[in-house]
């Protein structure tokens, strides 16, 4: 009897130590635990279409001023290149000889050249006393290929970055019918909406949106670009799987996954080459403000 109680008190004592150990149920075996990865799921996010322009500034309007008659000698100039002038405002004052004639500003805008000097003559035919950028307006005049020129239509937003004025919004106003037989490139004029001075023939790019996509999308670091492709590591039954993805537009740090990854599934953050298939790994899910 004494024997049979040590036995079975033995069993019991080892059954209760093998039940206190965490991870472990009835007919279960003990795995090594793997690496800590960070992961987060893959969700969905809307990407732009966007086609880029490189251009010049050039005026919208610009107006040529000049007097009505001939045999005319200026005797008084009142405004300079870059002036901003109102629309009827006097520019100068000619003189033929016993009468003075006004020449005024047609249209309100910014004087982007000056020819008149006092004593010089002016006429009908001649040189233009001064040229008006008309309501201070302005174009971004580009090419671009013909691939991008079906993307376009008039009044599609853009984002414009000029050099030496910065950042201003613009929106599509024609689009070539047509392309360059030679260089396959098609001209876009982009309208120009801002109050600032802008200078002409001053390099711009801009940014037109043509619509957008919204699909599954992951962090740019959670792609891998390997021998196989592209790839990207997906955490299932806490084991790596690498998965083959066709992956689209970029936008914001996010790349769209258009065959591959399904929403919802479960990625590598940040996918790296020491991660091998069936890896096992220990998932931490990123928070919002490390995603």
Wanted: glycine letters at 10%.
């Amino acid at each position: 009897m004494n024997l049979r109680l040590a036995g079975s008190s033995a069993l019991i004592a080892a059954a209760l130590l093998l039940a206190s150990r965490p991870g472990f149920a009835a007919g279960e075996t003990e795995t090594p635990k793997g690496a800590a990865v960070t992961v987060l799921k893959a969700s969905k996010f809307c990407f732009s279409n966007i086609v880029e322009v490189s251009g010049i500034v050039l005026p919208r309007d610009e107006q040529q001023v000049r007097p009505d008659r001939f045999g005319l000698k200026v005797a008084e100039v009142l405004v300079d290149a870059g002036d901003t002038v109102t629309a009827g405002q006097v520019l100068a004052r000619l003189t033929d000889g016993t009468n003075t004639i006004n020449v005024a500003a047609p249209v309100a805008g910014v004087i982007s050249a000056s020819s008149a000097t006092v004593g010089a003559t002016a006429s009908a035919k001649g040189e233009a006393l001064f040229s008006i950028i008309a309501k201070s307006e302005y174009d971004l005049v580009g090419m671009v290929p013909t691939r991008d020129l079906a993307k376009l239509l008039a009044n599609q937003t853009a984002r414009i970055k000029i050099i030496g004025a910065g950042d201003v919004d613009g929106k599509v106003r024609r689009v070539a019918p047509t392309v360059e037989p030679n260089s396959q490139l098609g001209q876009v004029i982009v309208g120009i909406a801002t109050n600032r001075r802008l200078l002409v023939n001053s390099s711009g790019r801009a940014q037109i949106k043509t619509g957008q996509s919204c699909g599954v999308s992951v962090p740019l670091t959670a792609i891998l670009y390997s021998t196989a492709g592209t790839v990207v590591q997906v955490v299932r039954r806490d084991r790596i799987e690498t998965r083959r993805v066709e992956t689209g537009l970029m936008s914001a740090g996010q790349v769209e996954i258009r065959e591959g990854i399904q929403e919802g599934e479960i990625v590598v953050a940040r996918a790296g080459a020491l991660l091998r298939e069936g890896d096992p790994v220990r998932p931490v899910t990123a928070s919002a403000d490390g995603k």
